[in-house]
């Protein structure tokens, strides 16, 4: 009983809280304006994925304008990798996570 009378009253004060801090006067936001011209997005530079089962494997093909550009292989068990052409030459290398350059900070937070 106390819990649930804790709760109610926590409740009514945080409502309260949130009433007392809303601005007045306040009015809609407008609609953002048109892009500039020449800046409309354009279909053929969206990339189209198609999703292909291949054996076990579930394989996501990305092509940009029909050249294939990278595949998202997931296999059934494992980790997903990925299959991306770097050079735009046909030749696919593995990579693990879809940015190795990615650098985690880490910091020292005590040695002893």
């Known amino acids: 009983m106390r819990r649930f009378l804790l709760l109610a009253v926590l409740s ?32 053929a530079l969206e990339p189209q994925v198609t999703i292909v089962k291949r054996g076990a494997d ?29 050079t735009g030459g046909g030749m696919m290398t593995r990579v693990d996570v879809i940015d190795p350059q990615l650098s985690v900070p880490m910091w020292v937070i005590k040695t002893f």
């Open 58 to 86: 579930q394989v996501e093909e990305y092509r940009i304008n029909g050249k294939l550009y990278m595949m998202k292989v997931t296999p059934p068990h494992g980790n997903t990798y990925y299959l991306i052409d770097r």
């Open 12 to 43: 009514f004060a945080l409502s309260a809280f949130g009433q007392a801090q809303r601005p007045s006067g306040l009015q809609p936001v407008p609609e953002p304006p048109p892009p500039p011209p020449g800046m409309e997005l354009d279909p």
